[in-house]
Nanobody, 120 residues
């Protein structure tokens, strides 16, 4: 059973920073690409950033490029999302998940997510 636990969300002001963490258990973490997604109120879940198994390749949605950084620590089975210059439009529940392949769709059960709220 794949288990993903997101943490690190909170309430910040515009321009602030947060670091999200996602701890994975129950699968060979280091062999899979990972990604962060988010779902804003009334919107579909969208891909924010992804990272290949080694951390050598990353992808960012245009809306977060230059402000967010995805990274991973395979020894700790953890993927991170460093978020800076936050905007109210970044307000959402953030989720992580495995990808079937780098650039591919997510698989596995979704965790509970972590709420990020950016005040104006």
């Amino acid at each position: 059973q794949v288990q993903l636990v997101e943490s690190g969300g909170g309430l910040v002001q515009t321009g602030g920073s947060l670091r999200l963490s996602c701890a994975a258990a129950g699968r060979t973490f280091s062999t899979y690409p990972m990604a962060w997604f988010r779902r804003a109120p009334g919107k579909e879940r969208e891909l924010v950033a992804s990272i290949n198994w080694s951390g050598g390749s990353t992808y960012y949605a245009d809306s977060v490029k230059g402000r967010f950084t995805i990274s991973r620590d395979n020894a700790k089975n953890t993927v991170y999302l460093q978020m800076s210059s936050l905007k109210p439009d970044d307000t959402a529940v953030y989720y992580c998940n495995y990808l079937t392949y780098y650039g591919g769709p997510p698989f596995g059960s979704w965790g509970q997510g972590t709420q990020v709220t950016v005040s104006s």
